[in-house]
């Protein structure tokens, strides 16, 4: 019999256009088509093996996990220089020993927060058209562009014109972002939705 070679894990890293957070790329899925965004040890700790093992670095202020990368955001008092290599190491055994990235239920828990949230937004008739097309253009134009920069968008409510997103990954606080959302979302949601007046974003 052929003895199973495992196939290496590779791993690059990628700049986001937040200076403090940096893109670890795999060649392996963990966490196909969804997004798990971690701004504290606390709830990694609850929900994520990876994530735990990663806030254990005294320089690791959030871990953002999509499709086949990791966002990591740094603690701003630290170089990129100094503590890429240890992370991509980090990273590439523990992907190869195969362990959990998330803990089963997560998605679960997510979805009962989203709808928990969402269910707080009444909309009249009006109101739910105008939010439909807001969700469908977000993710069929604004999400996979932010999705390369190693982030996500997610809709959160409308309200007399004001359109709020959470913003995820290295999106949350970067100072470019601010620039995408007002110039590239805000002017597309605009012409597409004449309803709508601003964007304004949140921290996931």
């Known amino acids: 019999m052929e003895p199973i070679t495992k196939s290496p894990v590779m791993l690059y890293t990628e700049q986001t256009p937040n200076p403090e957070s940096l893109k670890f790329v795999s060649n392996v899925m963990l966490y196909p088509q969804k997004t798990a965004d971690f701004r504290e ?37 630290y170089n990129w220089e100094d503590i890429r290599l240890d992370l991509k190491q980090f990273i590439k055994e523990y992907l190869e020993a195969k362990k959990p990235i998330l803990n089963d239920g997560f998605e679960e828990a997510m979805a009962a927060i989203e709808a928990e949230r969402g269910a707080s937004y009444e909309y009249s ?80």
Not at 127 to 141: S, W
Not at 164 to 189: A, D, R, Y
């Open 125 to 204: 008739e009006e109101d739910a058209e105008i939010v439909k097309q807001i969700k469908e253009l977000i993710d069929t134009y604004v999400r996979p562009a932010v999705e390369m920069d190693g982030g996500n968008i997610e809709f959160k409510s409308y309200d007399k014109g004001v359109v709020t997103v959470i913003m995820q990954g290295s999106c949350s606080g970067c100072p470019s972002s601010t620039v995408t959302l007002k110039s590239g979302i805000e002017s597309m949601l605009k012409r597409m939705v004449p309803q709508v007046t601003e964007v304004v974003s949140e921290a996931g």
């Open 41 to 77: 040890a606390e709830m990694a700790k609850e929900w994520s093996p990876l994530g735990t093992e990663l806030f254990s670095f005294p320089f690791v202020k959030g871990v953002y996990i999509a499709n086949n990368y990791v966002t990591i955001t740094k603690e701003f008092n």
